[in-house]
């Protein structure tokens, strides 16, 4: 069993900046997936950014260039640094954690961000 525990999300305005970070506990054993989704109201869950172990990050389209993903091994945490946050960031983000080794996906409760003036 693998455990995620979030923080960051709140209120910020539009061109702000926010730091989500996530720590994952538990049956931590192998190289792994680790990043984030986003579930606004009425959409489907879709991905942010993720990162496996040491490799390039993978970004959404829509966050290129003002989201950055990065992680510290040495604490099983990943960190999503938003910036230039637009109303369309909005959302419930989602931490996610999967071992390369097998199938199963790992959530974290969620953190609502919220952009607005």
């Known amino acids: 069993q693998v455990q995620l525990g979030e923080s960051g999300g709140g209120l910020v305005q539009p061109g702000g900046s926010r730091r989500l970070s996530c720590a994952a506990s538990g049956s931590i054993f192998s190289t792994n997936v680790m990043g984030w989704y986003r579930q606004a109201p009425g959409k489907q869950r879709e991905l942010v950014a993720t990162?496996?172990?040491?490799?390039?990050?993978n970004y959404a389209d829509s966050v290129k260039g003002r989201f950055t993903i990065s992680r510290d091994n040495a604490k099983n945490t990943v960190y999503l640094q938003m910036s230039s946050l637009k109303p369309e960031d909005t959302a419930v983000y989602y931490c996610?954690?999967?071992?390369?080794?097998?199938?199963?996906?790992?959530w974290g409760q969620g953190t609502q961000v919220t952009v607005s003036s």
């Open positions: 990162v496996t172990g040491d490799r390039p990050a």
């Open positions: 996610y954690f999967r071992r390369i080794t097998d199938t199963l996906n790992y």
